[in-house]
C-alpha cells in the first residue's frame, strides 16, 4: 500500500515515521509520502487560500494548488488496484469506522487531502471524481482545525488491519468493532492483586471453555451498558441473553 498526505502542515506527519505506520514501513508493508501543497503554487506568497464567493466568513482553499498535485499525485490505473483512492477528509462526510477502515486497507493507494480554513472549493472534489475513487470522510460530529489530525486516526486505523502488520493476527479478531459486533470483554495481566483489586478468577482457572463463556458474556454486558446501539439481531444471533446494567 501507498499512502500520500497533501497539507500545508507537512511537520503534522511527524509521528509516521515513529508510530505504527513507521514499524510497518520498516517492514515493508506500505510506503508514504508527506507533500506540501504550497509546493504547487506559483506566487511569492504561496497562497492557498482566497476568499468566499457568495461572502461569509473565513477564506477557501482555492482550486488550482489541490489540481496540479493530483497531476503529479494520482495513479490512474487501468485497473482498480492501481487506481488512486482519495480520502478528503471533512466533517460532512461519511462517519469513519472499522468497516471503512477494513475497506480502505484493500486500497492499493490512498491519497488524503487534508482541508484547512472553511475547507476545498467544492470542484476540486467533484474534479478527483473524474480522476481517482474519492470518499469524504469525517472522524465525528465535530468539527477539527484541520484534517491532519482525522488523516493521522485513519491511516493508524487502516495499517493495522494490513495483512503481516499485527504480530499476532489473533487480537484483530476480538476486538471492539470487529466483526462480531460486540465492544471488548475487560482484560488483564500480571499481578494477580492490585491495590486491592483482584484478576476474576475465572480468567486464572486455566479452562478454556469456562474464559471463552466468561469473556463473551462480559463482551455482551458491556456493549448493553456503553452501547446498547451496536447490539442488532445479527449480533445476538446465538440467543444470548442481554443483562442490562440497573
Ligand atoms: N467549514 C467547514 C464545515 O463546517 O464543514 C469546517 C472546516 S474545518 C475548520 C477545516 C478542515 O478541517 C476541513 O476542511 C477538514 O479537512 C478538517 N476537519 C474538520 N473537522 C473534521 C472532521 N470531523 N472529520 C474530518 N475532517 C475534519
Known sequence: ?????????????????????????????????????????????????????????????????????????????????????????????????????EELATREHLLFACGRYEGIDQRVIDHARGVAEVREVSLGDYVLNGGEVAALAITEAVVRLLPGFMGNAASLVEESHAAGGLLEYPVYTKPPQWRGHEVPAVLRSGDHGRIAAWRHDQAVRRTAERRPDLLTPSVLDDGTPIVRAT
Open 1 to 101: 500500500m501507498r499512502l500520500d498526505y497533501l497539507t500545508i502542515f507537512p511537520g503534522f506527519f511527524a509521528p509516521l515515521e515513529l508510530s505504527l505506520p513507521g514499524k510497518a514501513a520498516d517492514k515493508g508493508l506500505l510506503a508514504f509520502g508527506v507533500h506540501d501543497l504550497r509546493t504547487w503554487t506559483h506566487d511569492r506568497h504561496r497562497t492557498v487560500d482566497d476568499t468566499p464567493y457568495g461572502g461569509g466568513a473565513g477564506m477557501v482553499m482555492r482550486p488550482e494548488p489541490w489540481g496540479e498535485a493530483f497531476d503529479e499525485l494520482v495513479r490512474a490505473g487501468s485497473t482498480g488496484a492501481e487506481r488512486t483512492t482519495i480520502v478528503f477528509t471533512t466533517p460532512s462526510g461519511e462517519p469513519f469506522d472499522q468497516r471503512l477502515a
